[in-house]
Each structure stands twice: as C-alpha cells, then as structure tokens.
C-alpha cells in the first residue's frame, strides 16, 4: 500500500485534471477511422454545439449523458467512435461583426477555444484529433463538392420563391426572425418578396423518408410523429374551377383538398395573396392592391398566419362549381399559404373551423353536408363549430347516403368523368430552400454567366472561401458589396460572370458532419470504407427542439449520399435519445427588474429578497434557463467550486434524462457530500483491506457480497435502458450497505469498494479513478477496464415473500426458502393466525399456488 498520509478530503482539482492528463496520455479514446473488426462499433454522438462562447448547463446535460453511454459501451467491449465539433457558421456571428466590429472569423474562433477548454474541464470521453469546425474551408470546401454531387444528380434546382424580405437591412428572414411583422433587427415592416433561390429537391425522398419512419425502432414515437406530420402524405384530389369570366388570361382556378366529398359544402374560393389571379385581381383595384401588401406584412411563418385574425377581400370573381353549376365568390385571404397546395382553397365552412370563422365574419353561406350520427337532418344546423368528423352525406346531389369515405371515392371518380379533377396523393413537404443572403456561411460554389447560364465551379478551384476583407457597414449581403471576389471570368468561356452570392443555410453544414467525423482529415469529403464502417450513428443525443428539421434535413442528405453511392446506409441515426431542458428558479423584483440567483437571498420556506434592497422578490419555479431572465448557471463556476465529477452527478441524479430537471444549489451540495463520501468509503479502508484477488468467505460477508451483484446487476440494467438517475440511486443504496456491513471479512469489503469504483466510471470517472488508483495502484486506468458482471447465484433472492388469500383476499404473507416444495408452501400458509381465523374451521375446496407471488385457498 502507498505510506503517504490521505488527505483529508477528495481534492478535485488536483485530481481531475491530472486523469484527463492521463486518458490522453494512454489515448484511451483514440479508434481508427475505419474500426478493425476486433471488438463490435459503437458509434456516440451528441448534437455539436454552436460557438456561442461560454458552455451553459444544456450543453453539460447533453454531453454528460453522452459520455455515460460512450464510457459503459466502451466498457462493454465496444470500439467507440465519440467525436466533437463546431456548428460554426451563422447569423449570430455576422451580427457580432455589425454590432462590435470584430470579424466573424475571430469572435467564431475565440469562442470555440473558450467553450473547448470548457467541456475538456468535464472530463469527456472525446476523441478530440476528430474536431472540426463547419467554418473551416477544409470542411466546407468538401460540403461544395458534395452541392455539386447533388446537382448533378439532379437533387438541386434554382427557382423563385416567396420570402421573408427586410427593405432596411436588404435580406431575407427566417420565419422566427419576423416579430409582429418587423425584422427582429431593423424593426421594419417586412415584406414578401419573389426571389430566385437554391433548393434541395427533398421532395423527391418524401415517401422513403415517411416509410423509413417504421423501421426507426430506436427513436423516440413523438419524433416519429412529428416528422411524419411535417413530411405530410394526404391523399385526396385536384380539383378545377372555372372563371366564370377569364381574367389575365386565367381561365380556372386549381385546388388541392383532402375532402372532395364536401364539395356540395362550398360556399368560396379563396386564394393567396400571392396567387397570379389575387395579382390579376390588384390590377386597378387599389382597396384590393393594398390588402395584399398588408398580407405579404405577415410573413410565410405558419404559426404567424394561424394566430393572426382571419380576413380577406372579396374579388368580384366568381369560379363554377364542378358539380351543380352554381357560382361562387373568390376571395384573397390571409391564411391561405401559396407554398402549400395549389395556393388556393375552396371554402366548406360546415366542415372546417377556419372556413366557418371566415364566413361568419363575412356573412357567406354555411351549407351542412355531413349528417353526424343520430342526427336529424330536418334539424341539424352549424353553430359556432364546424363538424369535422364523418358521418352520413345529405344535401350533396348524388352523394347523398354515403359514408364518408366513399363520397370521397365517389367524389373523385366523378370529377375524373367530367374532365375536372383528379385523385392524387399530396404532400406537406416543400423542398428545401438553401440560399442565404449573409456573408458568414458556406458558399454556393456556381458561376453565373450571361452566355452560359449557371456554370458549377471547377472541381480544382475549390474551396471557393470566403474573402476576409469584408465591409459590415452597409446593410444587405457583404458579399454583394465585393467586387473583386464576386467578379469572375466563366470558367466555360472566360467571359465576365460573378459569382453565386449567396450562402449555404447553417442545416446544409449540420446534415453530413456526423458522416466526416468517420474521416475528418481525408481529401475526399467521405472515405467509403470509415463511413460504412461506423455509420449509422449507434446513438445520437440532442434536444427535441431539433426534432423536425435538423433531422429531417439529415435523413434526407444521408438517403441522397445513399443514392449516389457514397455510403451504405439510408438512414443517419439508429437510435436517437431526447434529453429534456435543464431549469432554474428566475427571480424578480416588484418594478419588473430580473436578478441573477447570486443577488438573491432564499429563504427556508422558499421565499426570496433582493439582497440589496431587502425587498421580496416574486419566485418562478422551472423556468428555462435563460439569459433574459439572468437565471443562468455558469459550469465553469460550478466546476470550480464543487468539481466537474459533482455537477455531472447531480445531472444524472435528478430525474430521469427525457424530462426537464432544476438546477438547484441544494442538489448540487447534497452531490458534493456524496462525492466526499465515496472518498471517505475507499481511503478511510484502502490500507486495512487485504490484497487484490483475496477470496471472500461465505457467512457473515455474504450479504455485502449480494449487494454488491444485485448492485451490479441494478446499475448495468439501468445505463442499458437510459435510466442514469436509477444508476445513481443504486449506488447511494450501495453506499448505505458497505458502511452497514459487518467488517468480519475484509475481501468482501474489498470486492465491494472495488465494485463502487469501476460502477461510477461511467458518471463520475474522475473519481473512479482516484478510488482505483488507492485500491489498485499501479493497476492502470478504469477507463481501460472492462465492465463487471454480476454472479447470477449472489443476485438471486434466497427466500421469498407469499401473498396469502383466502376466497381472493389478502390475509397475510410468508416468507419461505427459493425452491420449497409446494405442499410446505400450503402448509406453512394454512398455519398462519389470520388465515385459520379467515378459514373458520371450512373445509378448503382448492389450493392454489401461483409461484413467487400468492397462495390462494377456496373454502
């Protein structure tokens, strides 16, 4: 044993950094870029994060239970590939370069080495010779080829489309970037505009990527859900309403609707405002020219439309309906998106919530045409809720009496009679639009040139990098305002063209990076025999806010790569884990001022003061963590004051990982005892414990020798199944039984002790190792150790605990050895007090033994 004195305390932070020292020393993360076939992959990854500059208590919850599971399936003899890097392009960094005069370059770089430094502090399980960041020309420069892969396998396609347009800083928004109609920025009204953009033709994969949903066994069902309802399969028709008068040329109308059965419901056709006839219909009508501007105000975001009042103008167009003749009046309207469908909708207010609320504001007609059940049809009349569910249809010509379904079938096959309409399956999915005007992105490396069109950039002249000497002080794109790099000869016929100005969206960057980890330093964006080898990821990590896009555009980019040979696999991720949001109390003052946790003084009862007025504060419980409130957590601090070991134990300790937990400084100090505890545990008995490998006696040491196997067993089933805080409290069950065993047998002691220090490698691996280091010095590194396995004979119970009934009730237990004859089990349960006095001297009709659980007697 080492003769140097213990120090009276766990001294995290000698003892944290010298181990990582140590895990790098020996590479113990380190696995070839194509894994050698000796042990089964395991390929971890948790969604990279963006370079925001200092990590927050998400990114040490994401990352923590990533590197639980990457440190137990290393430990289960897995190779495992667990890389880290930089989600680095972005709107955030350019808006630093406006508003600080500090280049997106520099103020990108200075963040991702302060947030390195910081996650390197928690002690991950990273291999950090993979990382890379998505503004590294040696990244984006393979991103460029695999856009030109694309478009020549005809995935890419330029086309106009409708955007989100800010007249004052000259670009285009994000839906969430458009606040009450104003650019969250600039403050102006924004407005729609027609622009040509890059899209990814995702639609082309929309019924693989709606089918492969079933075989994604591993992921979550409410993801599965959501991407399924984002992806959209609808089947129903195309229907064709003819102008009642032509009008610019325009001589029908189509729509696109799930419900042809209610076409007898119509009441008015509404179109969007960006729709060719709500043009046509401006044409010397100002009252109608100056609705539209006001709809184009909203902006395309879905969720905007569906809040804001419904309202619309009334064209003085009227389209035939297909089946009866009649007119009916076209309106422009604000919630109908030109993006979805046809741009254009037929009005059936009996039968939908948003077309009966438009039409009660406007006066149209409400005719029912679905009959619910039970009802009488002389009777039944629309209120202020349409009927959306089936039923009978009435007041529908030859449709009258059937179902649901087959009026849409009937429906159908008479539009297809008449020349007027068509079943078709329809989708909600749009392709994906790429092109962003900003400078702090991935160039789209295209040529445009009045002679030759669109012309890909030359193979040898990538990367196409992004010029350094940019100017931020005029608004719109900078790259727009550079003539010297957007100026270029055609590499076809060497005439004047320019450059594409616009770059990649920041999904582009995210949708292959799990793919380069697989080789990040190769020539070649992906080396076939690394990215088969490892792909897909085994387990990917990451908050559900990402549930749609992000992954959904990954799918897409893995199935195309999958099309044109790259790689093997279709799908990216075979297991996905959503871990819930990390919350804290916010606090705020009577005049509206938020304060920060550190200005406030908590009392007992869980009320609260300003420290520095004395005044009460209101307290709100579970609240995200956020800067706007000031109820944020800096890891660092926590780090420094309670070590890296605490803050992820006390992660993983809370609540089960899927759902929101709170940060509270009383949970993080009762993970710090603990801490201390183990410390205690092991160096107040590592110098009087026999050597390693004695062998415990049987007797008085059996019952810690059980513990310690049920421990084990408890612990392994728990880090399979994600259950990390059942982990945790296995473990402080464990604690409570080696301080409460007999000392007779110091070789069971041992085992135990042992058994602590390689079950919290896992959660606590800094610790693990200084435990191990005084139980085994010399003996290397838990990292480095294989997983314990229980000895199924210590697990299982000795004796077992009968439930007795008499006629079905409950009347007492017993308790009898594993594997006692049945006849002894009766016997021993007839002979209990409240079971004779339950019987009374009956005679019994039936014995009934269901093993390990009840005994039953019928009397």
């Known amino acids: 044993m080492n003769d140097a004195p213990m120090p009276a305390r766990y001294d995290f932070a000698t003892a944290e950094p010298r181990w990582q020292q140590a895990w790098d020393a020996q590479e113990c993360f380190k696995v070839p870029d194509v894994p050698d076939g000796s042990r089964p992959k395991y390929y971890v990854l948790e969604m990279f994060p963006y370079p925001s500059g200092k990590i927050h208590m998400g990114h040490v919850r994401n990352y923590t239970l990533g590197d639980v599971v990457a440190r137990y399936k290393r430990a ?23 508003e600080r005069g500090v280049h997106p370059a520099a103020w990108t770089y200075q963040n991702i080495a302060t947030m390195r430094a910081e996650l390197k502090r928690m002690g991950l399980s990273l291999e950090w010779d993979r990382e890379f960041a998505t503004c590294d020309p040696s990244y984006y420069g393979h991103q460029q080829k695999l856009f030109l892969d694309f478009l020549q396998a005809g995935l890419v396609e330029r086309k106009e489309s409708w955007v989100n347009w800010d007249p004052v800083d000259h670009t285009v928004l994000a839906n969430e970037q458009v606040i009450d109609g104003r650019g969250w920025r600039s403050g102006a009204p924004v ?127 009227r389209v035939r309906h297909p089946f009866t003749g009649e007119t009916h009046p076209v309106w422009i309207a604000n919630f109908v998106l030109m993006e979805y469908g ?97 400078y702090w992105g991935c160039p789209i490396p295209v040529i445009h ?9 030359p193979a040898e002249q990538l990367p196409v990098t992004l010029p350094e000497d940019v100017d931020f002080s005029k608004p719109g794109n900078p790259l727009d305002h550079h003539p010297g790099w957007k100026n270029v000869p055609c590499p076809r016929c060497g005439a004047a063209a320019r450059r594409e100005t616009d770059t990649f969206d920041t999904f582009v960057d995210s949708s292959w990076y799990f793919a ?48 044109m040979g790259h790689i093997d696999t279709p799908e990216p991720f075979a297991g996905l884990f959503t871990q819930g949001m990390v919350q804290h109390a916010s606090y705020r003052t009577q005049d509206g001022r938020w304060l920060a946790p550190d200005e406030v ?16 504060v209101t307290v709100s419980r579970n609240d995200k963590m956020s800067k706007s409130k000031r109820n944020t957590i800096d890891p660092g601090a926590i780090i420094d004051h309670y070590g890296a070991d605490t803050a992820r134990w006390f992660i993983l300790s809370d609540n089960p990982p899927d759902r929101d937990m709170e940060w509270t400084e009383a949970g993080v ?107 085994r010095p010399g003996a290397g590194l838990v990292a480095t150790l294989p997983w314990l396995e229980a000895e199924e004979a210590l697990t299982r119970a000795d004796s077992l605990t009968l439930a007795v009934q008499v006629l079905g009730k409950l009347r007492g237990t017993i308790e009898v050895p594993v594997g006692t004859d049945e006849a002894t089990i009766f016997a021993q349960a007839e002979a209990e007090e409240n079971v004779q006095r339950a019987i009374a001297g009956r005679p019994i009709r039936k014995r009934i033994h269901v093993p390990g659980r009840i005994v039953n007697f019928v009397v």
């Open 516 to 563: 380069r980890f697989t080789a990040p330093k190769a020539g070649t964006p992906l080396v076939r025999e690394a990215a088969n080898g490892w792909l897909p990821v085994d387990q990917y990590i990451g908050g559900i806010e990402h549930a749609i896009l992000h992954l959904l555009y990954s799918r897409f980019f893995t199935r195309a790569l999958h099309g």
């Open 669 to 775: 100090s009762g993970a710090s005892r603990f801490t201390q505890r183990l410390w205690r545990l092991v160096s107040g008995a590592a110098d009087s414990l026999p050597p390693p490998g004695a062998v415990p006696a049987e007797g008085a040491a059996r019952s810690l020798r059980r513990a310690t196997h049920r421990t084990i067993q408890a612990v392994t089933e728990a880090l399979e199944s994600f259950s990390f805080n059942v982990a945790v409290a296995r473990i402080h069950e464990f604690a409570n039984a080696i301080e409460q065993a007999a000392a007779e047998d110091g070789a069971a002691r041992r085992e135990a002790l042992e058994a602590v220090a390689r079950l919290i490698s896992p959660m606590m691996p800094h610790l693990a190792e200084e435990l191990w280091s005084m139980l």
């Open 601 to 616: 003084e908590v009392a007992a009862d869980g009320g609260a003061t300003d420290k520095a007025t004395g005044l009460a």
């Open 76 to 98: 289960r003899g897995h190779q495992v590939l667990h890389p880290m890097g930089w989600d680095a392009f972005g709107l955030p960094a350019e808006n630093a370069a406006r």
């Open 191 to 317: 407005e729609k505009k027609k622009l040509s953009q890059w899209f990814f033709s995702i639609t082309k994969y929309a019924p693989e990527l709606l089918s492969a949903l079933e075989t994604l066994d591993r992921w979550p069902e409410r993801v599965k859900l959501m991407q399924a309802n984002w992806i959209g399969r609808s089947e129903g028709a195309r229907v064709r309403f003819a102008l009642e008068r032509p009008v610019a040329e325009i001589g029908e109308v189509e729509v696109f609707t799930t419900r042809p059965d209610t076409l007898f419901g119509m009441s008015f056709l509404a179109v969007a405002a960006e729709h060719p006839l709500a043009a046509a219909a401006a044409e010397g009508n100002p009252e109608i020219a100056a609705f539209i501007a006001e709809v184009r105000a909203l902006g395309t975001s879905e969720a905007a439309i569906e809040q804001a009042e419904k309202r619309g103008i009334d064209t003085g167009l």
């Open 449 to 457: 040139c009045e002679a030759c069109g669109v012309v890909p950039v």
């Open 342 to 438: 046809t741009g254009a909708i037929f009005g059936c207010p009996s039968g939908d919530q948003r077309d009966l609320d438009f039409a009660r504001k406007y006066g149209l007609p409400v005719p029912p045409v679905i009959l619910p059940p039970g009802e009488d049809p002389s009777a039944f009349a629309i209120g202020r809720t349409a009927y959306t569910d089936d039923g009978v249809l009435y007041n529908s010509g030859f449709l009258d009496g059937l179902s649901t379904e087959a009026g849409k079938r009937a429906a159908i096959d008479a539009l297809e009679a008449k020349g007027q309409g068509k079943g078709i399956v329809n989708w909600r999915l749009r392709d994906w639009g790429v092109s962003r005007q900003r």
